[in-house]
Every structure is written in C-alpha cells, then in structure tokens.
Nanobody, 125 residues
Framework: QVQLVESGGGLVQAGGSLRLSCAAS????????MAWFRQAPGKEREFVAV??????????WYADSVKGRFTISRENAKNTVYLQMSSLKPEDTAVYYC????????????????WGQGTQVTVSS
C-alpha cells in the first residue's frame, strides 16, 4: 500500500512559479513510476508529467501544454516527487494530483493504482 500526500499548491499570478511536492509512504518508492495529473472544473483529469522508476535514468515525459514550462523530478531518498511549474498561465488552474504505479510510466490515469488527495493551483491573470 502506498499513500501519497501533495503539497505546495496556492494562488499565483500569471508568469509566476510554484513547486508541488508529493510525499509517498512505503519502502519501495524507487520501483514506482510517478505522475502528475490535473483536473479543472468541468473537465476530465488530464496527464501533466511522468517520471519513470529508474533512479539511474529517471526519464521524463510531459504533456505538450506544459513542455518547457514544467519539470518533474524525484528524490528517492526522501520518497518524494516534485513538479516545478514556471511561466504559469490561467489555463494551468486546476487541482493537481500525484499518482503512482509500480514499474509503469504511462499517461492513462485509469492505469494508476495510488492517488493523492490533490492540491489546488490557481493562476490569476
């Protein structure tokens, strides 16, 4: 069982930055692919970024809408994954969720086994 707790959300002006954190429980964090998704009011949950389970390569993938502005990273010693968000836009406003699945790095939210409770990010224009 893995428990995920997000933090770092808040209100920021357009063009600003935020860093989200997701702390995971469990002793096998390094074997989990970790992803960030977001959901805006009235919209479906959408993929944002994913980092694979390999501590040696930690390959990453991003949605086109955030590529070049967001960076996902992980610190296995702290069981934590981060999402650094820069050049934020009003359309980035959403609840951001982290998700985990062992040995997985896909973009389909239905495939993930564990989810955090979400953290609200609001970008004002």
């Amino acid at each position: 069982q893995v428990q995920l707790v997000e933090s770092g959300g808040g209100l920021v002006q357009a063009g600003g930055s935020l860093r989200l954190s997701c702390a995971a429980s469990g002793r096998t964090f390094s074997s989990y692919g970790m992803a960030w998704f977001r959901q805006a009011p009235g919209k479906e949950r959408e993929f944002v970024a994913v980092i694979d389970w390999s501590s040696s390569s930690s390959r990453t993938w991003y949605a086109d809408s955030v590529k070049g502005r967001f960076t996902i990273s992980r610190e296995n010693a702290k069981n934590t994954v981060y999402l650094q968000m820069s050049s934020l836009k009003p359309e980035d406003t959403a609840v951001y969720y982290c998700a985990a699945k062992q040995y997985y790095r896909g973009t389909n939210p239905g495939s993930y086994d564990y989810w955090g409770q979400g953290t609200q990010v609001t970008v004002s224009s």
